[in-house]
């Protein structure tokens, strides 16, 4: 089946810094990509739909001036976290669907830890 | 009210079980139903997708979808203690690859050797 990468597992950063997760569909162009943000014993919560060579859209609520996504090509979308603090600490997943199977199943990275230090 | 309602449980059953797993739904314009299973410090994989209502089987897992009453189930049977996981249950009113999931809590499950 369609293979969704996702760059870094983890990432330790200071409070103030940047921190870039990478998305990557391996086998299948996405023209969208999905970007979720999970805390623990929680659900996957939307955070914005990543769209190839336009502007993502965001959930309520998400602050995109924070939240950079940026979807430059049919493969990849990124995720800056900008400025990061502690309370940005959480468990980031990116999914994508392939156009090309008749169903709507969504592949899903493995997920990027964020601790905020 | 949520879109989406789950009870995150914990639930903990002995091997060889079967386990129910429920979700509740608030949106009538969805029509495709999926579960995922998520282990710790990963990301979700797909278990079982179904669209508008019946059941679907593939070996031990039977997903049911009651659009009438805007329920869907999850069934395990013969749990192992490898099904020991987080269970979400994800929806989508969309076919196409544009259409955004949303999902359920969560349920934690524990299958007891």
């Known amino acids: 089946g369609a293979v969704v990468s996702q760059h870094p597992s983890w990432v330790i950063c200071k409070s103030g810094t940047s921190v870039k997760i990478e998305c990557r569909s391996l086998?299948?162009?996405?023209?969208?990509m999905f970007w979720y943000r999970q805390f623990p014993k929680q659900s996957l919560m939307l955070m914005a739909t990543?769209?190839?060579?336009?502007?993502?859209?965001?959930e309520q609520g998400v602050e995109k001036d924070k939240f950079l996504i940026n979807h430059a090509s049919l493969t990849l979308s990124t995720l800056t976290v900008t400025s990061a603090h502690p309370e940005d600490s959480s468990f980031y997943i990116c999914?994508?669907?392939?156009?090309?199977?008749?169903?709507?199943?969504?592949?899903f990275g493995q997920g990027t830890r964020l601790t905020v230090v | 009210q949520k879109e989406v309602e789950q009870d995150p449980g914990p639930l903990s059953v002995p091997e060889g079980a079967i386990v129910s797993l429920n979700c509740t739904y608030s949106?009538?314009?969805?029509?495709?139903f999926m579960w995922y299973r998520q282990y710790s410090r990963k990301g979700p994989e797909l278990l079982m997708y179904?669209?508008?209502?019946g059941n679907k089987e593939d070996g031990r897992f039977t997903a049911q979808v009651d659009k009438s009453s805007k329920y869907i189930s999850l069934f395990i049977r013969d749990s192992q203690p490898s099904d020991s996981a987080t269970y979400l249950c994800?929806?989508?009113?969309?076919?196409?690859?544009?259409?955004?999931?949303?999902f359920g809590q969560g349920t934690t499950l524990q299958v007891k050797p």
């Open positions: 999914s994508a669907r392939d156009p090309g199977l008749m169903n709507t199943e969504a592949f």
């Open positions: 086998d299948f162009q996405a023209t969208t």
């Open positions: 990543s769209n190839e060579g336009s502007k993502a859209t965001y």
């Open positions: 949106n009538s314009a969805f029509q495709y």
């Open positions: 179904t669209y508008s209502s």
């Open positions: 994800a929806m989508s009113a969309s076919s196409g690859n544009t259409g955004k999931l949303i």
